[in-house]
């Protein structure tokens, strides 16, 4: 497992951490996108206070396109 800096969302209070699950590397879903929140309960996105959503290569990269396209299209609005 390679963790990558946590990427903080919400004022700080939804952490986001994205890596290679190396001890799942037989498995097609290794790579894992943790999500970890600190808020008040009331405030929650999620149910629990974290959630690791597991996503196979293909699912990865169109996450990753998806936010880059978003990305230029903000650019190109701005």
Do not use: G, W
């Amino acid at each position: 497992m390679s963790r990558k800096k946590p990427i903080y969302l919400l004022d700080d209070t939804l952490e986001v951490s994205i890596f290679y699950e190396s001890s799942d590397c037989d498995l097609e879903d290794n790579i894992c996108m943790e999500v970890t929140e600190s808020c008040p309960e009331d405030e929650k996105v999620f149910k629990h206070d974290e959630s690791h959503l597991y996503l196979t290569h293909e699912q990865a990269v169109e996450l990753a396109n998806a936010l880059l396209e978003a990305v230029k299209q903000s650019d190109a609005n701005s």
